[in-house]
């Protein structure tokens, strides 16, 4: 090693390191693997877990073609797994509400949660994935729950082949139908409530436009029998009540051209003369 970040590895001989090897040839991105010789240099992960890392390499080579040498770089699992939990944390408002996982290409997780880390899962959508297939289904998992699941396979680049990895999604089944619950008693309630203000709106019209039909049937009454007396109510509540109204009002003008308008208490009065007659001899 002729030169590396902080000096850690310096003069090591990395010659039988698969990332070398392969780095003097072609481009390489290797798999997921615990760290070997900078676990002698750097402390462990949180929790004392072992480092683990990601490597990758490319040949060095002079412009007439003659190998130079390999530029590596190891790529720190901890930073990827923090990557993801910040993603997670923001779509879901601050709390994830689903799972993610990378697996390998055997189907052993890489990164999720800890009690599942280095464990191979054996479902019919991770085998789905692994075969190239992008697939959603319903699967029970280890821990006896069931989760709607999705998986999609990672591929490569140009000539880069990629890792064969799997990029997996959860979310517990009783959570996400929770949610779909609560949505469609949000949507209940609302009817309900939309239901009720349409009832007291309809109801406060019809009081609106019932009071004039009323006040203008009533006048309609008494014409009828006679009593011209009562002038005619004037509405302008819509335009059927004031043609009614401004109708009865000229059918009364007409009737009081006609004849003397007749007092509320009953037909018109009569002159009455009154006479005495002689006392009998």
């Known amino acids: 090693m002729v030169a590396s970040s902080q000096r850690l590895l310096e003069g090591a001989d990395v010659s039988a390191r698969p990332w070398f090897r392969a780095g003097t040839q072609a481009p390489f991105a290797g798999d997921l693997h615990e760290a070997l010789l900078l ?25 007439d073609g003659v190998p130079l040498g390999v530029l590596g770089a190891h790529l720190s699992w901890a930073w990827a797994s923090e990557v993801a939990a910040s993603v997670l944390e923001r779509s879901g408002g601050g709390k994830p509400e689903m799972d993610a996982f990378v697996l390998s290409r055997e189907g052993v997780v890489l990164m999720g949660p800890k009690d599942l880390q280095g464990r191979k899962l054996e479902l019919a959508s991770v085998r789905a994935g692994l075969q190239g297939v992008t697939k959603t289904s319903l699967d029970v998992w280890p821990d006896g729950r069931t989760y709607f699941t999705a998986v999609t396979p990672t591929r490569g680049e140009g000539d880069y082949r990629g890792l064969g990895w799997v990029v997996l999604m959860r979310r517990d089944a009783d959570a996400a139908l929770a949610d779909v619950s ?57 335009a059927e009540a004031t043609s009614l109204s401004a109708s009865l009002v000229q059918i009364s003008l007409a009737l009081d051209a006609r004849g003397p308008r007749t007092p509320p208490g009953g037909a018109a009065a009569k002159p009455v003369s009154a006479s005495r007659e002689p006392a009998a001899p």
């Open 182 to 238: 609560a949505l469609q008693h949000g949507i209940l309630f609302a009817s309900l409530a939309m239901a009720v203000g349409t009832l007291l709106a309809g109801w406060v019209w019809a009081g609106r436009l019932s009071r004039p039909l009323q006040a203008l049937a009533e006048a309609a009454r008494r014409l009828s029998q006679g009593d011209r007396a009562t002038p005619v109510p004037p509405t302008r509540a819509f």
């Open 39 to 63: 676990a002698q240099k750097l402390p462990p992960g949180p929790n004392g877990e072992p480092l683990r890392f990601v490597d990758i390499a490319m040949p060095l080579v002079r412009k």
